[in-house]
Each structure stands twice: as structure tokens, then as C-alpha cells.
T-cell receptor, first 117, second 111 residues
Framework: DAGVTQSPTHLIKTRGQQVTLRCSPK?????VSWYQQALGQGPQFIFQ???????QRGNFPDRFSGHQFPNYSSELNVNALLLGDSALYLC????????????????FGPGTRLTVL | AQSVTQLGSHVSVSEGALVLLRCNYS??????LFWYVQYPNQGLQLLLK??????LVKGINGFEAEFKKSETSFHLTKPSAHMSDAAEYFC?????????FGAGTRLAVHP
């Protein structure tokens, strides 16, 4: 059973460009969350997708957008890149327990290292 | 506001010594608490989780954590450190269906 996969592994962009990161969840998971981890810091929540809709959003500008596909995979898009967007971007997948109203444990992918020059 | 505080950004222990990594949470809802480990240039691996079933939680690689509501703490321990335990450890609160992480504690293990 494959775990959470992310692509690409590394990416180098210049300021002002746009980037798309991809994530495939674990089998059986229907919820995808994205996190940004700057160097030397803990991950920060960007947003969460379930049933192809953004369900929660952290304190990130509109330059950060996402999408979830019918097969539960997800994309993170960042427009007008800034130097400060350089970070490890982590995708986490989980299963949403509708009756309990909570999502189960989040499992993380290996991340995409984005460098903005 | 929901927050997680990890006391000590760096902890250094000798191989075979007790490991104690501290975590305090601040949440207005029953917390779902987690410890994750991150090895260099890798993603996060789940060590253990607390979901109210038991206050003492056992995880992988000999780690365990105790939930203490009165102290709003969820400290991570391991009786005997191994060289392979050297990594970054993150405590997180998932009480609002999103993970709020602490700043992390880097554990160094020396011979």
C-alpha cells in the first residue's frame, strides 16, 4: 500500500513565477491538507480539501490556492512567488469520520522543497 | 486561540539515557494530540497520538507520552536513547481538524 506521494521532490523558481505542487493521498483517505514548513520552523497549516472543496484555510494569502480531484488527489498552486515562499511543502492525507465530525490521523508525504530565487 | 508550545528547541542526551521532550497545549476543545518525528530532508512520521482513550500512550520505537489535563501537557519520553533517535520532534494539536504544530525540538544523541 503506497503512502502519501508528492511531486516534484525539488523545485527552483524565480520571483513572480507560478508553481504547482501535487499530492496523492494514501489509499482509503479522502481528505488532503497542505502545510508549509519554513527552515527551522514547525509546519504551518495552509488549507484542507474534502469532497473537492476547500474546507478550512490558515493564515495564507490568496496567492495560495488549491484543488482536489475526484480521485482525492490534490494540487497546491502558488502565484507571484516571493522569496519568503521558499520552504518545504508537506501534504497530509486522512479519513474524515462523518459521524464523529472529525478527521482521523494525518499521514504526511515526503514533501516538495521549493526554492525561490 | 489554539497553540502548542515545545520547551527547549535543542535537547542533547547520551546514548542510553532518558529522553524527555516537553509539550504544552492550549485548546478550548478536547485536544487530539500527536507527536511526529522528522529526519533530515524527509516528511513527518507519526510516533503516537492521544485521542482520549488512555492517558498513557505508547508509540513506535519505544516512545510513549502521557496526557495530563491538569497541566495541559503531553510530554514525550523514551527510557533509553539510541543514536538513531537523533531527529526533529514535533508536537501537534489536531482538535479543530487541522494540525497546529509546536516549533519543534531537535534531539541530539551522543555516544
Amino acid at each position: 500500500d503506497a503512502g502519501v506521494t508528492q511531486s516534484p521532490t525539488h523545485l527552483i523558481k524565480t520571483r513572480g513565477q507560478q508553481v504547482t505542487l501535487r499530492c496523492s493521498p494514501k489509499s482509503g483517505h479522502d481528505t488532503v491538507s497542505w502545510y508549509q514548513q519554513a527552515l527551522g520552523q514547525g509546519p504551518q497549516f495552509i488549507f484542507q480539501y474534502y469532497e473537492e472543496e476547500e474546507r478550512q484555510r490558515g493564515n495564507f494569502p490568496d496567492r495560495f490556492s488549491g484543488h482536489q480531484f475526484p480521485n482525492y488527489s490534490s494540487e497546491l498552486n502558488v502565484n507571484a512567488l516571493l522569496l519568503g515562499d521558499s520552504a518545504l511543502y508537506l501534504c497530509a492525507s486522512s479519513y474524515r469520520d462523518i459521524l464523529a465530525g472529525v478527521i482521523d490521523t494525518q499521514y504526511f508525504g515526503p514533501g516538495t522543497r521549493l526554492t525561490v530565487l | 486561540a489554539q497553540s502548542v508550545t515545545q520547551l527547549g528547541s535543542h535537547v542533547s542526551v547520551s546514548e542510553g539515557a532518558l529522553v524527555l521532550l516537553r509539550c504544552n497545549y492550549s485548546s478550548s476543545v478536547p485536544p487530539y494530540l500527536f507527536w511526529y518525528v522528522q529526519y533530515p530532508n524527509q516528511g513527518l512520521q507519526l510516533l503516537l497520538k492521544y485521542t482520549s482513550a488512555a492517558t498513557l500512550v505508547k508509540g513506535i520505537n519505544g516512545f510513549e507520552a502521557e496526557f495530563k489535563k491538569s497541566e495541559t501537557s503531553f510530554h514525550l519520553t523514551k527510557p533509553s536513547a539510541h543514536m538513531s533517535d537523533a531527529a526533529e520532534y514535533f508536537c501537534a494539536d489536531g482538535g479543530y481538524n487541522k494540525l497546529i504544530f509546536g516549533a519543534g525540538t531537535r534531539l541530539a544523541v551522543h555516544p
